[in-house]
Each structure stands twice: as C-alpha cells, then as structure tokens.
T-cell receptor, first 110, second 115 residues
Framework: KQEVTQIPAALSVPEGENLVLNCSFT??????LQWFRQDPGKGLTSLLL?????REQTSGRLNASLDKSSGRSTLYIAASQPGDSATYLC?????????FGEGTQLTVNP | NAGVTQTPKFQVLKTGQSMTLQCAQD?????MYWYRQDPGMGLRLIYY???????DKGEVPNGYNVSRLNKREFSLRLESAAPSQTSVYFC??????????????FGPGTRLTVL
C-alpha cells in the first residue's frame, strides 16, 4: 500500500527566501506525482504534474523534481511571497488512485 | 469554463438522514473521483469512476454510494448519515485513469456536519 509523507508539517519563512518542501513515497511504481496548493477553506489547485519518466517540471517560481528510485519529490519555491502562504500537498499516482500526503503548511511573513 | 462544480457548499444533517452531494465537470473528462478530507488523515478516496458507466470502491467506501449519471456528473449519496461522516468532501476529475497524464482537477468542496 502506497504511503506518502511530507516533511516538515509546517514551515514559516521570511519573504524573499527560497525554500524546499519534501515529499516521500514508499512504492516507487508510480505513474506520476502531483503537487497541489490548498488555501484555508478552499479546494485543491493543481500546481505541477511530473510524469514517471520525467525528472522535473517548472512553472514560474515553482520547480518540482522527482526521483523514483529513492521515492522522493521536492517542490522548490523561489523568492517566496506572502501570497504563497498555503498548505502544499503532494500526491503519488499508483495502481488506480492518488495517495496524498498530509501536507506542509507554509507561512511567508512580510 | 467552470471546471469542477459541487453542490451544496455547506450542509448540516442529523444522524440517520440521507443526502446526495452533486458534482459536475465541463472539461469532457472521462474519470471522476470522490474524496473526503479529515484533520490528521489527509485526503482519502471514497469512490471513483474511471469512465461513464463504471464505478469502483476506493479506500473508504463504507456508508456511501455513487452514481455516474452521465459523462459530466458524478454524485455521492449518504443513505444514513453518521457523525463519523462529518468531513469536507471533494470531487475531482481527470482526462483518464491509469497510465497517462491523469492530472486531477478538484472542485471547491462540500463541508458536511452530521449531528
């Protein structure tokens, strides 16, 4: 059974800092890995999808990497802004379903 | 293009009452999903529909039923609500299940409280 872990559970940084969020998964036989953002009381917004054959994906200030052999993905946020404050979730797609981590709650302080 | 829509946004039920959560997508996606989100448990899959006419159980299907009404709509029914079903429910859709891009897009959620 796939298990997804995200460390740290919470992170507080000053504005402008570059930061890395970590995601690990136990079953390396994944089709893809997806990163989401969730604002309080809202739904999930898809940020990046990395296919199993890819190493990384980039969108603006976000860069996600995938290392299937070690069961890890990282989300890099460059030049963080207060508007980046949210919970970030990673989810690994294997079998016929997505398995989610519990998320990293990010606070970017002005 | 509204994406994935869910109704209602909020609902309060008494134990034993029934209700149906509605979900619709306008992206012509084949696959649709129902999740629940609980503190400390993350998001868990309740049921999914890989294509029109098919439904399958996810991780936590007990106490729920689903109907894939057509390609656009996928409903979740609670026949006899229990306090343990207090949660936030999310519907999602993707172009396809299985291998492939399978990027999932989520609705805004339904916040359900069972008293």
């Amino acid at each position: 059974k796939q298990e997804v872990t995200q460390i740290p559970a919470a992170l507080s940084v000053p504005e402008g800092e570059n930061l890395v969020l970590n995601c690990s998964f136990t079953d390396s036989a994944i089709y893809n890995l997806q990163w989401f953002r969730q604002d309080p009381g809202k739904g999930l917004t898809s940020l990046l999808l990395i296919q199993s054959s890819q190493r990384e994906q980039t969108s603006g200030r976000l860069n996600a990497s995938l290392d299937k052999s070690s069961g890890r993905s990282t989300l890099y946020i460059a030049a963080s802004q207060p508007g980046d404050s949210a919970t970030y979730l990673c989810a690994a797609y294997s079998g016929s379903r997505l398995t989610f981590g519990e998320g990293t709650q990010l606070t970017v302080n002005p | 293009n509204a994406g994935v829509t869910q109704t209602p946004k909020f609902q309060v039920l008494k134990t034993g009452q029934s209700m149906t959560l509605q979900c619709a997508q306008d992206m012509n996606h084949n696959s649709m999903y129902w999740y629940r989100q609980d503190p400390g448990m993350g998001l868990r899959l309740i049921y999914y529909s890989a294509s029109e006419g098919t439904t399958d159980k996810g991780e936590v299907p007990n106490g729920y039923n689903v109907s894939r009404l057509n390609k656009r709509e996928f409903s979740l029914r609670l026949e006899s609500a229990a306090p343990s079903q207090t949660s936030v429910y999310f519907c999602a859709s993707s172009e396809a299940g299985g291998q492939g891009s399978n990027e999932q897009f989520f609705g805004p959620g339904t916040r359900l409280t069972v008293l």
